[in-house]
Structure formats: structure tokens, C-alpha cells
């Protein structure tokens, strides 16, 4: 891990050291030039990793998490973080089996869980808040790659994502061939559509328009008083999408409650208020936009010719009830990176969310890839 002066301490409730989890920091103390210019002039990315990286670095596995996701992909819920690991039951023999390889999990850069974000503090000691600069998802994949060099991996033996975090997977198979061997895109487009940059606008508006945002500079506020509705209403407006129209229907029914809500409606506030105790507004809206700038296709010639250049033997899935990221888009991935072969499509009533949850079904793709 590459350390370095002129950085601030780092950030969150895990300490350099701490043991089994193997979680750790890059903290790169160069200047990362941003693809909308300008740069930031350092960045810390909070990863953790399973099993051992072998003698010839052959056995790396990079696995990307999603919108409000971080590194905790496996393991119980612990002091100083929340909830237990995204896919849990993913880091086992026949699947991303720790004897075998060095799987590796970072936070993603604009991301609060360790990684530098928003509510990180600046090289003056104080949260970025609105100095914070527009990332893309190029930006990230950068870090990431920055990240990679630090450990010595020249080149992965995969790299999985799903939603924002196959963005960055599809990314880094573009713009960094060669050092992708594998791939497995689960759940996310080529290029995020109008219809996905539109389900996020009110997200931002709703976040901005709270009073408790204060143009992003709110870190310093007294506790509770940050744009808490703001970002409640964003992810109950996500969530939905997240989910599909017939598990909604068939589970919440139009039953109201004895509180008077309808029980979707309750649904949709308990995720809300689980979001907004763990996750930093300043994080969502950077990663959100992030996710909208999303598209390999830009300045490479356009999504087509981009894809030509991966040459990562890959596996593509959609959810068959995603309404968010509709099939059409892991087709076109499938169609277009070279020997992606047929579209696997999760079959599920889950919705986007799918991805999160099918973990039997993402296992065998896994092992698809991985070769057992
Ligand atoms: C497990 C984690 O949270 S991983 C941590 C990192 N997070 C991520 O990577 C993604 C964030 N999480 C998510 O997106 C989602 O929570 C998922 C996909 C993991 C959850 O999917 P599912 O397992 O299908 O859970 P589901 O959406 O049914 O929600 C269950 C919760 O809703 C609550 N709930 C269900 N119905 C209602 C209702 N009518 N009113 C109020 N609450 C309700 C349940 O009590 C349960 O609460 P809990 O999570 O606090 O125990
Ligand atoms: N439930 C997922 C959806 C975004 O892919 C998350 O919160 O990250």
C-alpha cells in the first residue's frame, strides 16, 4: 500500500491495521487529473480484500459495488459499519473462493465509507462539501486503477460489477484492456440512458432543495441537521425503481396500514430512514451524477466502437423484471464486446435489485467465469 505525506488522516470508523476483513487504504498522494477538468491532489480509496495474492499476481479478482454500496462484500455487520456483506455468500469455494484467489473491494472514490468524498476532509483538514469537483465514472476507475499499481496487480484475473459498480467494470475493461482478463457485467447499460439520468434528476432536486443542504457545505452541522429528507425522498424515489411493478403489486398490495399509510408507503420510509443513517448526501449526489455521466462510448468513437476494444473473456446478465436497466442495454453489451456471447438473463421478480438478491443465479455466472 502506497502512503504518503500531505494527506489528511484517513476517515471512517476502520483503523489502518485491524485485523481479519483485511481492510486497508491507498492513500495516493499525486494529483488525479479529472476528465472535467481540474484535479484532485490526492485521494484515499478504503478497500478490503480475501485470500492472498499469489507469487505471480495472476489470482486477483476486482469486485465493483453499487450506488450505496462499499468493500464490505462479505461478513457480518461490525462496530463502524451497518449492515453485512453484499454478497455474502459469494466468497466461497465455487465462487470467489478466498484459497484461491485475492479478491479485492474497494470503496468507490466520491463514496463515504473511507474512500475520499464529499464529507472527506481536504488536504486544509476541513469536509470537501461543495469544493468537492464533478467525478465521473472514468475519474473512479482511475483511482482504481491507481489502486491496482499500489497492490502490483499488471492485470486482473476478473473484474465484476453490477449497476454503477458494472459501469466501472465495463469502464476499466475499455479503457484498460489488457489488464482485464475476465469480465462479468450484471445489471448495468454501455452508457446510462435519458430515462435513468431522468429517474435521478428529482433525486438531486430533492436532496439540493433541502434547506439542510446548504450548497453541499453541511458536514459541520450540528447532527440531524443535514439534508436528511432530502435524501430520504431520493432513495424512496429510487427504490422504486429498483423493484418491479409486479413484486410491488403482488407483495404490498393497496392494503393501508393502521398508521394510515399504504404498506408500500412504509416500505418505501423504512429504506429511506436505513439509507439516510448510513449514507452521506454529498456521496449520493456525486456518485449519482457520476452514474449519469456514465458512457464508454464518449470520446472513443461511440458505444460500438468502444466496446470492440475489450478483449476480456466476458459473461453479460440482465434481470428479467428490471425496469431501470431494461434488458435492451446487456444486449447491447453481449452484441458488442467481442465473444461476449448470449445475454444471460437472471430470471426474477426482484427488479434491479435482483442483482443484489438472486445470489444463486449470480453464483453460477461467477463460476461461468471463473471456470468452477
Ligand atoms: C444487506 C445490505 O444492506 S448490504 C449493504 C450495502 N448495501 C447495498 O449494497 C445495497 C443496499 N441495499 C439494498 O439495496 C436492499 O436493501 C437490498 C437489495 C439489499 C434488500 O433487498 P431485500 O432482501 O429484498 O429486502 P427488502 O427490500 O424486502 O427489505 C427488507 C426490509 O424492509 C422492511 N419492510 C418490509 N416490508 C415493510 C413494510 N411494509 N413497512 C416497513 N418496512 C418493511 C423489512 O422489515 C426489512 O427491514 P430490514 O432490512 O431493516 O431488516
Ligand atoms: N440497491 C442498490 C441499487 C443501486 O444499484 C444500491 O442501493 O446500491
Avoid at 470537501?128 to 489502486?147: F, M, N
Avoid at 464508454?296 to 470492440?308: E, K, N, T, Y
Wanted: charged letters at 20%; one cysteine or more; glycine letters at 12%.
Amino acid at each position: 500500500m502506497s502512503t504518503v505525506d500531505g494527506l489528511p488522516p484517513a476517515t471512517g470508523a476502520w483503523r489502518e491495521g485491524d485485523p481479519p476483513g483485511r481492510r486497508s487504504w491507498l492513500r495516493h498522494g499525486r494529483a488525479l487529473p479529472l476528465e472535467r477538468g481540474g484535479a484532485l491532489p490526492g485521494f484515499q480509496l478504503a478497500y478490503e480484500t480475501w485470500g492472498t495474492l499469489n507469487a505471480d499476481r495472476s489470482n486477483a479478482v476486482l469486485v465493483l459495488h453499487a450506488l450505496t454500496g462499499d468493500s464490505h462484500l462479505a461478513g457480518p455487520a461490525q462496530p463502524g459499519h451497518p449492515t453485512p456483506g453484499w454478497w455474502n455468500s459469494l466468497v466461497q469455494p465455487g465462487a470467489l473462493d478466498p484459497d484461491r484467489y485475492f479478491v479485492v473491494v474497494p470503496n468507490v472514490l466520491g463514496g463515504c465509507q473511507g474512500s475520499t468524498g464529499p464529507a472527506a476532509p481536504a488536504p486544509d483538514g476541513q469536509p470537501w462539501g461543495s469544493r468537492w469537483p464533478v467525478i465521473t465514472v472514468r475519474d473512479q476507475v482511475r483511482a482504481e486503477v491507481a489502486l491496482a499499481d499500489a497492490l502490483g496487480v499488471d492485470r486482473w484475473a476478473a473484474v465484476l460489477g453490477g449497476s454503477m459498480g458494472g459501469m466501472r467494470a465495463v469502464e476499466w475493461a475499455v479503457g484498460e484492456p489488457e489488464r482485464v482478463a475476465a469480465l462479468l457485467l450484471l445489471a448495468c447499460p454501455a452508457a446510462s440512458s435519458a430515462d435513468q439520468i431522468a429517474w435521478t434528476y428529482p433525486q438531486l432536486h430533492a436532496i439540493r432543495a433541502d434547506p439542510g443542504w446548504r450548497g453541499g457545505d453541511y458536514h459541520a452541522a450540528a447532527p440531524g441537521e443535514g439534508p436528511h429528507r432530502g435524501l430520504g425522498i431520493a432513495r424512496r424515489i429510487a427504490h422504486a425503481t429498483y423493484r418491479s411493478e409486479a413484486e410491488l403489486s403482488s407483495r404490498f398490495g393497496r392494503e393501508p396500514q393502521g398508521d394510515g399509510r399504504f404498506t408500500v408507503e412504509s416500505y418505501l420510509d423504512h429504506h429511506a430512514g436505513k439509507l439516510v443513517r448510513r449514507f452521506d448526501a454529498g456521496s449520493y449526489v456525486s456518485l449519482a451524477e457520476a452514474m449519469n455521466s456514465h458512457d464508454v462510448g464518449r470520446d472513443r468513437g461511440g458505444v460500438a466502437a468502444a466496446l470492440r476494444r475489450v478483449t476480456a473473456r466476458t459473461v453479460v446478465a440482465g434481470v428479467s423484471s428490471d425496469r431501470l436497466y431494461p434488458l435492451w442495454q446487456q444486449r447491447e453489451l453481449a452484441e458488442g464486446i467481442p465473444g461476449a456471447g448470449e445475454l444471460h438473463v437472471i430470471d426474477s421478480p426482484y427488479g434491479h435489485d435482483a442483482f443484489l438478491i438472486e445470489v444463486e443465479q449470480i453464483s453460477a455466472l461467477v463460476k461461468e467465469l471463473l471456470g468452477g
